[in-house]
């Protein structure tokens, strides 16, 4: 997972920087768990803010999804249906022009983030009952 490599990255020079510490090794141990436990800490901050984002959007999600206005309710589906549609015309040829390399970037964008809010929302009404 990237974000964890990134975190691991960000102290990585902190832990290489204890190693070569010219202290006694009880020493270093110590200052390597103090690091470990700090990371640990980030890590732990980071995930619960990842969570809290997941929950924010699904809950956004979901109210659009029960919305009595039909435009609110079916705007995701409607908008991933056209990106389906432009997608099987470019792979077929059938479009005037291809799509850009940038419109490829928006499907896949479009496409993680309304499988990812799917899930999220059916995960979080598992949990819930």
Do not use: C
């Amino acid at each position: 997972m990237k974000f964890l490599d990134l975190i691991a990255g960000i102290f990585k020079p902190a832990a290489e920087l204890i190693d070569e510490l010219h202290t006694s090794e009880e020493e270093r141990i110590i200052q390597q768990r103090k690091l470990l436990e700090i990371q640990a800490m980030v890590l732990d901050s980071s995930l619960e803010y990842e969570k809290e984002m997941m929950t924010a959007k699904a809950q956004i999600i979901n109210s659009e999804a029960k919305s009595e206005h039909w435009l609110t309710a079916t705007w995701r589906p409607i908008t991933m249906l056209t990106f389906l549609g432009l997608a099987v015309g470019d792979s077929l040829g059938l479009l005037a022009s291809p799509l850009r390399d940038e419109a490829w970037m928006l499907l896949q964008i479009g496409l993680g983030g309304y499988v990812v809010g799917r899930s999220a929302e059916k995960v979080i009404k598992t949990v819930r009952d």
